[in-house]
């Protein structure tokens, strides 16, 4: 069997993701891989996969007991015998699993690593006497002290490669950064290893932040387009966490408060309820999360600045593992950050304090942030990224310019006056004539001093970034940063240039993109209740038994029969000849009673992607697939459908293949519209589109835009 073939018998699956073929393809070729790939990129069929072509066992070691459990459950539905082994079991279970090892009738064994080299553990030796084929070490960033997560037990992995020189080894993990990397490779031994990297981009994810005025009607509003979707809200304090927990439960919500000061046991079982969609909504410290492998988690909510970019990618990928549309949402006030800039203080230690500073700054940069977040995110991660992703909030925004030459102008001479020697507060509050102590008797004294009194404070704050990012000012990365002019600045104060700001009224063009598919609601409330029910029958959690984007599809493609059933995402041999039937009699005789028929034809599988090794050079994944689809005669809209995208998306990615010069700017753009456009942006400059945009009216798209802004990149027309 290939892999593909093993793909979609065991798995339902009709593509691989990312990178995963070629690395199963490298340990099947015997050799020690390290694959990082982001949450939910799919990086436990990297090993499973192999795991059910060799002949042998799968070793698979995992922090997490949840987890563990979870995977083993996922595996036997799909027909794989998988087990664990951890201290929750009788001595009667483990018994039988170790006969069932000797009888070679285990193809997976999950364990914990205190399990393998705890005192007196005979298990190794046992595991020796076993025809062990593959070892996976998942989340493997445990094993360094640079990682978030270091779990001083991985560190006795580190002589297992030498217990099995022959045996292959895959570790994987979601924490890319070089130190962490560089320390997973020395010190699991691994032996030439081939080191794979996927672009950590999160396709299905809408990121915002929002300015947090009053959280809890900001969040009720939010709930509103997720009423029935599980979430995960994060707080910063337990306190915090309860009592919005119980004013969710007030407001009918089911939700319940998760974090490292509830008993054990309360633990436990708010985690299962949440995992079999009883509890929707998790209120939590950042204890939750880590062993939470529910796909179907549809938002994840920041009431609280996070501490650092990594944690919140981190927890933001909790959202949409099954690949359909998700949000993440960051209620950001200033106010946050200056708290958590005291914890970031380490005493005694300033070389660590500089470095936790420096990510809080990267963090809140993040926040106040006037550009593609997802671009911000990735570069962050030493990803490029085109600069319109479509699918966050500023690329979702439509802006209002307005003149704002006299307010620059105000800003500029302040800043002038000053001898740019203060930073922004203080030029602000000079400004707005404030008659405190602190501002110097002799600044009371100059012209300027109160001319912007009648712009308050935060619209102040915002003109200020803005100018900054426009490049009238440059704010200096000293301790006390301070605010100078730019060889940009002059005509602006010479009255020669106009500039233009973000009016503060913004009006979001934002539909949720959980309507992109069209599929038929009332079917998929019933197909979720038969999934409950059969998943009750098995004792699993639901999206066990199914993903939410399998019951997606077929609400969509309607499909008649078990042949096309197959061809829905999720169903491989074993759930087709299972459940097959319960779910496609309600899909007939829904279609019967609605005069509809099959959409399958519709269904294109997905085209699989170009895998490159190593760390260099990561194209993004996504706009691949997307240029791959439109190569392959899908138009635009049908791309977006397929993929669970809007169709802004989508142009944007192709017209990322515009700037490379593989597609020419006429497939998207017809030659009559063209001279209009780039007149446009000739006179108006291409850093935002909706002013472009505004001007040329409805008869032209955002998509045409930035084709022909693409183009004019290219030949380098334009910066
Ligand atoms: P990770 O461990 O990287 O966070 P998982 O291995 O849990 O991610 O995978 C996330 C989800 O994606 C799972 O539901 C998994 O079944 C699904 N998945 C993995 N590979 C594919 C694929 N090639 N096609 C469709 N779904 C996939
Ligand atoms: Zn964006």
Known sequence: MTPIQALQKYFGYSAFRHQQEEIIHHILDKKDVLTLMPTGGGKS????????????????????????????????VNGIPAAFINSSQSTQEQIDISTRLKNNQIKLLYLAPERLFGKDSKLIDFLKTLPVSLIAIDEAH???????????????????????????????TATADKLTKKDILEKLNLRNPAVFVSSFNRENITY????????FSQLLAFLEDHKEDSGIIYCLSRKSTESLAADLKDAGFLAEPYHAGLDNGVKARTQEAFLRDEVRIIVATIAFGMGINKSNVRYVVHMDLPKNIEGYYQETGRAGRDGLPSDAMLLFSPGDAIKLKQFAMVEDNPEQSRIMLKKLDDMVNYCQLHACRRQYLLKYFDEDFPPNCGSCDFCLTEFKMFDATLIAQKALSAVARLKERFGSVYVIDFL?????????????????????????KPEWQRYFRELAAQGYLQVTDDMYPVVKLTPKSEGVLKGTEKVELVASQVIEEYQPA????????????????????IAQHENVPPYIILSDAGLQEMATYLPQSLDELRLISGFGDIKLARYGREFLLPVKSYSEKNGLSSKMKHKVPKRERKAKTGSGNRASDTAQESFTLYRAGNTVTEIATQRGLSPTTIEGHLSFYIYKGEMDVFELVTP????????????????????????????????????????????????
């Open 142 to 172: 445990c094993i360094s002290h640079w990682g978030h997560d270091f779990r001083p037990e991985y560190l006795m992995l580190s002589g297992f490669k030498l217990e099995f020189p022959n045996v292959p080894v895959i570790a994987l």
């Open 45 to 76: 069929l990297c090993y499973q996969l192999p795991a059910v072509l060799l002949d042998g066992l799968t070793i698979v070691i995992s922090p997490l007991i949840a987890l563990m459990k979870d995977q083993v459950d996922a595996l036997n």
């Open 514 to 533: 959980t309507e992109v598919l069209p599929y038929e609601a009332p079917l998929l409330a019933e197909l979720r209740n038969i999934r409950r029910d």
């Open 432 to 456: 707005r004539g404030s008659r405190s102590e602190k501002i110097r008797p002799e600044h009371k004294e100059l012209k300027t001093y109160g001319i912007g009194a009648e712009i308050s």
């Open 672 to 719: 009559e519209k063209m001279p209009a456009i780039k007149d446009v942006v000739e006179s108006y400059g291409a850093e935002k589109l909706s002013p472009i945009k505004e001007v040329l009216g409805d008869d032209f798209s955002y998509g045409e835009i930035k084709a022909v802004v693409a183009w004019m990149r290219k030949n380098g027309e334009i910066a």
């Open 208 to 215: 915002r932040v929002l300015p947090k005025q009053n959280s």
